[in-house]
């Protein structure tokens, strides 16, 4: 005599909560629907077998997402000269499976626990997207599917982009199973991941002069914030001679640079917020995700590029928001080559910082004089200069590597490593080795 368990379930008839029960079986360890037995395993039949097997196949097709179908076997049996139905479910291998109508919650996803179905609790719903889904929070199933597109669709169209059903599958917002992503989330109104940006008094985080905080899709976090930043990037004008020189506080290419490395290379399986933090003297990008496993912080500033969201950042490159990857935080450095001022980038184990520098800050609180030893030089002086320099160090050692060239000339290192790719584009050194065991040697030219 059967008897209800983990894996057999006892129905006298069919009902609407087997929908629940299927769903259980496919996200537990599998399992039977016996329809026709009673709870005390006595044997009743069903009156029409074939109607009864129409109504399960047809149930479970068009309420349980994503689709069950291949792990589901629906068959007529004698069991004591009656007929039942058995419905046997193998555990999926697209696990949560959930009630269409409910969603990817508690109440839409089932679990056997004993010999009852039982509603999933949170943590065993993210346990079970990580374990279909693999380590890549992108490529995950949202949790949420009720997602909207209104803002991504006309930020596309502005672009020359289409952005229908066939897009959004090749893009990745649609999975294999044909549900939302978590790509698909971080790019709808729904989105909760947030950007907050605080503008602070002076240079401590003491007086609040302003703030604000951003929710929904990235694409309109990104537009949203760097407007923001542009009403406190000021213009400071000065006469050279003649001539009207003027000069915001922070170049633009180098906030959009930031901005978009602090929405790009976030790690978003994380809740915090990511913060802009807006002084007198400078400007903090902090985000969520430290570097990626195998990339240190010398391989970033020498332009490697390790993505942790291969496809937000695909969708940034297609908009034209991103021109190549790995460059962003060389672009930075280059934004302040001619500045007596110097962008810091610092990592930890879970965070990511860069900190522009008001390059109008020494001036304007110094009365106008800059330290000699940070002067930048302009054009190309500047260049020659540097150029010289190294020459002259090739000279005295026979050879230079990069720190030797931070050092002398006090420049930052990747401003280093784009002196000694033009040098060496221009056949003025020759480089030998590879890694740490780089070293430049004067042409014979």
């Known amino acids: 005599m059967l008897t209800e368990s983990k894996t057999v379930e006892l129905k006298r008839e069919y009902v609407e909560d087997i929908k629940k029960t299927v769903v259980a079986f496919a996200n537990s360890e599998g399992g039977t629907i016996y329809i026709g037995i009673n709870d005390d395993g006595s044997v009743c039949g069903v009156s029409d077998a074939d109607s009864t097997m129409l109504r399960v196949t047809n149930a479970v097709r068009d309420a349980v997402r994503p689709d069950v179908m291949m792990f589901v076997d629906c068959n007529a049996v004698d069991v004591e000269g009656k007929p039942i139905v058995a419905v046997s479910v193998q555990r999926g291998t697209a696990r949560p499976y959930y009630l269409q109508g409910k969603g990817i919650r508690p109440e839409g996803v089932y679990v056997r626990q004993g010999a009852s179905t039982v509603p999933a609790s949170d943590a065993a719903i993210l346990s079970m997207i990580k374990e279909t889904g693999g380590d890549s ?14 803002r991504t669709s006309a930020f596309f169209k502005k672009r020359g982009l289409e952005f229908g059903p066939q897009q959004m599958r090749t893009l990745h ?68 001679g003649l001539d009207r020189v003027e000069r915001r506080d922070y170049p633009a290419a180098a906030v959009r640079e930031a901005l978009l490395n602090a929405i790009v290379h976030r790690d978003y399986s994380f809740s915090s917020s990511t913060l802009i933090s807006i002084f007198d003297d400078r400007i903090e990008f902090v985000s969520i995700g430290g570097l990626i496993r195998g990339i240190s912080f010398d391989d970033i500033m020498l332009g490697v590029s390790a993505l942790r969201n291969p496809y937000l950042a695909n969708i940034f490159y297609r908009l034209r928001l991103i021109e190549a990857y790995g460059t962003g935080i060389l672009k930075i450095h280059e934004c302040y080559a001619d500045s007596a001022v110097r962008p810091l980038i610092e990592t930890a184990s879970n965070a990511f910082k860069i900190t ?69 584009a221009e056949g003025l050194l020759v480089k030998k080795g590879t890694a740490k065991n780089l070293r430049y040697y004067l042409s014979d030219l």
Do not use: W
Request: proline residues 1%; glycine residues 6%; hydrophobic residues 35%.
């Open 137 to 150: 929070y992108e490529a995950a199933r949202s949790l949420s599917q009720q997602l909207t597109f209104e």
């Open 173 to 240: 917002l649609i999975g294999e199973d044909g549900t939302f992503t978590n790509l698909a989330f971080l790019l709808s109104e729904q989105c909760t991941h947030t950007i907050k940006l605080a503008v602070f008094e002076g240079s401590k985080k003491t007086v609040f002069k302003d703030r604000m905080e951003l929710s929904g899709s990235l694409l309109e976090q990104l537009e949203s914030a760097f407007r923001y930043i542009d009403r406190y990037n000021r213009t400071r004008a000065e006469f050279q």
């Open 356 to 424: 522009l520098p008001n390059i109008n800050y020494e001036k304007e609180n110094n009365n106008g004089i800059v330290r000699e030893s940070l002067r930048p030089l302009t054009g190309i002086t500047k260049k020659e200069e540097r150029v010289e320099a190294v020459i002259g160090l090739c000279k005295k050692n026979g050879f230079v590597i990069r720190k030797d060239i931070e050092s002398a000339l006090h420049i930052s290192q990747a401003t280093a490593i784009l002196l000694l790719r033009e040098m060496t």
